[in-house]
């Protein structure tokens, strides 16, 4: 026995349709989409309604039609019938304003009532490089729909929240507000992009936009959730572009670079890196450039390419002598000496240079200790416990552990989790020594938890 679809039950009430006008709008919809045998009857649309599922694609087709009659974004799953794509949606970079509005739209509402489909869908390791070439070549001049008309202030409000969600994600971690932030762009933000709006006003909310989406994939991509993660990284990156804001495009793919490098694909996120950098030749953001390097640099070592690994930290240092706090955008403020040094001892750790590591992770800790920023101590510690490990100190190595493990208990971070299950790792060749033993009694919580 049928259980009853009460969702397509409720929304046939809200729009005020019968089940004949409803079934004559489908068969209209069906005939634009070039479906002519898609013709229901009442009958057909009661057994739809005692819980019998349609055949592709007409749950599509149901969803645009109460999208089209309510005037906002309806899905399949709204309707009580399913998924229809919509998380391998977001790995495409869409050349329709339009399309783009509604897959982000989907994605956000995805990862607040659906988070465990969309956690299982697969990251795709390739997804990067349609869009940074994309990104790169297009010039898109897609209108909007018609509407209410939004106003720079509304724009104005939607910014004014991104510092106190940033400072949450840099401060607490990825895992921390996530949720809240969803749910804030789902509210207030996406419904604004279907809204009329003057050029002006469309470039800087698609900014706004743009900025709050990143910072969803970047806290995704800190608490391990790494296909959501991907998917508002691309869809950020295509609302970067609508922005006419290259430099934040760049920032975005910094972000699909550090992913791409730290999932063990290298060589894709030097690609982005440097897509990044190529994107930056017609503006200026000496902090981007900077971060742009260092993640180069980061892929160069994984790579092996030590020279060049080492040119590019070095370009990276250059770039940030220039960085001026006062001209550049908020989302640039994480790009510091606590950053970019934590991630110069990265480096020079997967290039087997303790010393090196070691200094850089020195000065990060110092940076990020007078900032109280526990998760960057967090792992620019465990770079300093790598580097004392790498020239066979256990006891030194031991103690920067346990600051490891205290600052990540701070924050919630899968990136500190997965520094602390490294450090376990690497003690493995010191055997049953007292020290490895304690440290992973200590660990054991921290590692369960996650």
Not at 325 to 338: G, Q, R, S, T, Y
Request: glycine share 6%; with cysteine.
């Amino acid at each position: 026995m049928r259980t009853p679809n009460d969702k397509l039950a409720q929304w046939l009430n809200r729009s005020g349709m019968s089940r004949g006008e409803l079934a004559r709008r489908v068969k209209s919809k069906a005939l634009q989409w070039s479906q002519p045998n898609i013709s229901p009857t009442t009958t057909r649309i009661r057994f739809w309604l005692q819980g019998e599922t349609p055949r592709a694609p007409i749950p599509d087709i149901l969803a645009a039609v109460f999208s089209e009659h309510v005037g906002y974004r309806v899905t399949t799953y709204d309707l009580g019938l399913g998924d229809s794509g919509s998380a391998d949606a977001a790995l495409a970079y869409n050349s329709s304003y339009a399309a783009t509005v509604d897959v982000v739209t989907d994605l956000g509402r995805a990862d607040v009532d659906r988070r465990k489909f969309l956690a299982a869908a697969p990251f795709a390791a390739a997804a990067g490089v349609g869009p940074s070439r994309d990104w790169l070549l297009n010039t898109l001049e897609q209108e909007p729909e018609p509407g209410p008309r939004v106003r720079l202030e509304d724009v104005t409000a939607v910014k004014n929240m991104f510092s106190t969600f940033q400072r949450m994600d840099i401060f607490q971690g990825g895992g921390s507000g996530r949720l809240v932030l969803a749910d804030y762009m789902n509210v207030h933000v996406y419904p604004l992009l279907r809204r009329a709006h003057s050029d002006d006003v469309r470039h800087a909310l698609c900014e706004a936009a743009a900025e709050q989406t990143y910072l969803l994939g970047w806290m995704a991509y800190d608490n391990g959730e790494h296909s959501i993660a991907q998917r508002y990284l691309i869809q950020s990156l295509r609302l970067a572009e609508e922005s006419r804001n290259p430099a934040l495009g760049a920032h975005v793919l910094a972000g699909m670079a550090d992913q791409a490098t730290l999932l063990g694909n290298p060589t894709e996120g030097r690609r982005l890196a440097q897509a990044g950098r190529q994107g930056l030749s017609k503006t200026t953001s000496p902090a981007c450039l900077a971060d742009l390097w260092c993640l180069e640099a980061r892929a160069l070592a994984l790579l092996g390419d030590k020279s060049a690994a080492a040119h590019a930290v070095v370009q990276s240092e250059k770039a940030y002598e220039r960085v001026d706090l006062a001209v550049e955008p908020d989302w640039a403020e994480f790009i510091d000496p606590a950053y970019l040094h934590g991630e110069h001892a990265n480096t020079f750790r997967d290039l087997g240079d303790a010393n090196t590591a070691e200094e850089h992770a020195r000065r990060s800790i110092g940076h990020a200790a007078m900032q109280k920023r526990a998760r960057r101590g967090a792992m620019s510690q465990a770079a300093l416990a790598v580097s004392h490990l790498q020239r066979s100190d256990l006891e030194a190595a031991y103690a920067a552990g346990v600051r490891t493990l205290k600052l990540s208990q701070q924050v919630k971070s899968s990136r500190c989790v997965e520094a602390v299950q490294d450090l376990q790792k690497r003690m493995q060749p010191f055997g049953r020594h007292r020290l490895v033993a304690d440290f992973n009694e200590r660990a054991r919580e921290l590692v369960a938890a996650a």
